[in-house]
Structures are given as C-alpha cells and as structure tokens.
Nanobody
Framework: VQLVQSGVELRNPGTSVKVSCKAS????????IEWVRQAPGQGLEWMGS????????KYAQKFQGRVTFTADTSTSTAYVELSSLRSEDTAMYYC?????????WGKGTPVTVSS
C-alpha cells in the first residue's frame, strides 16, 4: 500500500492550495481518507474525513467554509483544497487511509504560507 502526496507548496496569504494523495495497493473506495496537519512545533490537527465510496465529507469545525475534500476514483487520488490561506496554515499536511483500525499514511506535503 502506498499513499503518494504532492510536493512542496509555497503560497501567499489569501490564496488557495490543493494537495493530492494518490493511493495504490488497496481498493480506494473501501477506505476513508482523513486529512491531518501538523504545524511547526505543534501536534497533529484533524481536518476532516472523506469517503471516496460515496463522496461524503466531514469537516472539522475549525475549517468549515475554507476546506474542500474531493477525489478522482479513476486515478485513486484524493485532494484537499484549503482557501483563504493565512500564515497559521503553514504546516505539513498528511493523508491517512483508514478502515477498521488499519491506517496507511502518506509522507506529508509541506505547505508554507508567507508573503
């Protein structure tokens, strides 16, 4: 099983970023995709989860209105898009495929928001 995430992102405040997570080695629609981030010196922060099987998203309250989860099942790729970026969004963003206590993690995508 592999979750391959997109590369380094540098963004100005107020813009958007879209991070991808390409899955292989398992049935993409059978696992939830969770998005988690970790800011420098901080703990893990859950952003929400996405079910590629039915397209249903659950967003953490903190990110409501700024985050969107999508997926392309034809390429087994999940996406997270975060808009209205601010410096506090600087973090490593991770995707996590999970089902029944089994977790597979991507290696993370560093996102830096700075003017």
């Amino acid at each position: 099983v592999q979750l391959v995430q997109s590369g380094v992102e540098l963004r100005n405040p107020g813009t958007s970023v879209k991070v991808s997570c390409k899955a292989s080695g398992y049935t993409f629609t059978s696992y939830y995709i969770e998005w988690v981030r970790q800011a420098p010196g901080q703990g893990l922060e859950w952003m929400g989860s996405f079910d590629p099987g039915d397209g249903v998203s659950k967003y953490a309250q903190k990110f409501q209105g700024r985050v969107t989860f999508t997926a392309d099942t034809s390429t087994s790729t999940a996406y997270v898009e975060l808009s209205s970026l601010r410096s506090e969004d600087t973090a490593m963003y991770y995707c996590n495929a999970q089902r029944g206590g089994v977790n597979y993690w991507g290696k993370g995508t560093p996102v830096t928001v700075s003017s």
